[in-house]
Structures are given as C-alpha cells and as structure tokens.
C-alpha cells in the first residue's frame, strides 16, 4: 500500500514539475520567477530520483 501510495505521489510530482517547466519556458531567461523555479525544479528532480522509502518522515519531505 506504501509503495502504491509513493508511486502516486511521485508520478504527480513529476506531472507538476513538467507543467511548471513548460511553463518557465515562456519568461525570459533572466526573469526572477523563471530563475527561482529552475533552482525549484533543480531540487524537485533531485529528490524524484532518490529511492523511495515508506516511511513518514519520507512523504514530509
């Protein structure tokens, strides 16, 4: 059920992060909103593809 549950929430995450950086594509380059999303999208790719734990502390994060 865990699993299950990670696997949701990921795939989500991931459907967000794809819709932001399509979005961003639109603001120029120097633009402070499309700066500050690629250091978020950075992130957000980092911890996507790090391995899944069931644990609480897990999904806080």
């Not at 995450?13 to 120029?28: F, G, I, Q």
């Not at 909103?33 to 980092?46: D, K, Q, S």
Request: proline share 7%.
């Amino acid at each position: 059920m865990a699993e299950e549950i990670a696997l949701q929430l990921t795939g989500h995450a991931r459907a967000v992060a794809a819709e932001l950086r399509h979005r961003c594509t639109a603001l120029p380059p120097e633009a402070e909103p499309r700066v500050l999303a690629e250091v978020m999208l950075e992130e957000a790719e980092r911890r996507l593809d790090e391995p899944r734990q069931a644990t609480v502390r897990c999904v806080q994060m």
